[in-house]
Every structure is written in structure tokens, then in C-alpha cells.
């Protein structure tokens, strides 16, 4: 094997997945504690690909009434009118406002889609053991946990529209059901994200990510 191609398991070492450490395990079948924080080590985290896929499924099974609920219901004289994100990207569009409907579609449609789909194509991608292009999947996964904290646009709307909005009994907002949805599909991606393993994108052997 050539310098290239070494990595950290095959030289004996592991990294604290709390301070980053980088140190010798004490063994095989009982790493320690991190030297520097105490934290206990893991070559790879425990049931990493099996907590990832659960909260992935269930961000995405909360992915479709994130979007096909109301997120905010308008009472204006009585008469209640229910919004859904795509319903308020529409109306943007056509008010003139389709800056801010651009904003609110990638932030709040397309961003949370395709942090679900680099998941899933992420934990395939270590399941199948694929061959090259690790560099670029450790991209995608800083990228997705990056993007996480800038997910939660539409709830920041509803809230400060909600508090703004109070003219009873001529006019109230109040937010739906869908907003609830919409929190747990990004809470669940971002917690998908923190769960999910790197370093098994670089695992080669079987073995290698056997060792906890």
C-alpha cells in the first residue's frame, strides 16, 4: 500500500469525534478515552449508518406535510385563509416580490430536499463501499451540515408575520400545522447530518468499520 492510500485506521490511530483529536486507541476492542477531553473513542461511531437511514426516513416522511399542509392561516373579517410554502412562493411570484419567492422556494423547498437526497446518496455510496471520489462526498456532507443552521428561513417568517400581524378582530395570522412538519424536517436532516460518519467514506475493508 502506498503513502496515498493510508489512512488513519490502518495506521492504528483514531480521531475524537468531540475535540479531534487525533491518537492511539488503547486497543482494538476497547479504544479509551481521548487524551485531551477524556471523551470515550470510537474507530467508527456505533450504529452510524442505521441511525442516519432512520432519521433520514423520517425527515422525509415529514418532508410532504412540511409542504402540503398550511403554514400560516390568515383571518382577514372572518374569513380564514390557509397558506402552504408553495401557495406563498406563488404568490410572491405573481405579487412582484420574486426575489424574496426565490429565497423562500430554495431555503425552504429545494434546500431541505436536497439535504435528504446528499444523505441518502451518501450513506449508499458507504454501504455499496464506492470506489474514488471521497474528497468530493466529504464536501457534500460539510456542505450539508453547514447549510442546516440557514433551514429554518420559513419558521422565522411565520414567527415574526404571526407577532406582526395582530389587528383582531379585523385581521390576525396564526401558523399552521405545517410549520410543525417543516421544524422536524429540519431538525431530523440536521440530525441526520451529526450522526453520520465521514470517515466510513474511506473505509475499504469490511473490517475497518467493524470496530467500535
Known sequence: MTSAGLTAAHLGLTTCATCGLLSRPASDTVPGHCPRCGASLHRRHPDAIQRTWALTIAAAICYIPANALPVMITTVAGSATPDTIMGGVVFLFTSGSWPLGLIVLIASVLIPLGKLLAIAWLLIAVQRRALGGERARMRTIRLVRLIGRWSMLDIFVDTFTVALV????????????????????????????????PRLLWDRNPLESTHD
Do not use: C, K, R
Not at 168 to 179: C, E, T
Not at 187 to 196: G, H, R, Y
Open 166 to 197: 395582530q389587528l383582531a378582530p379585523l385581521m390576525s395570522v396564526q401558523p399552521g400545522l405545517g410549520v410543525v412538519f417543516f421544524g422536524a424536517v429540519v431538525v431530523l436532516t440536521m440530525l441526520a447530518a451529526e450522526s453520520f460518519d
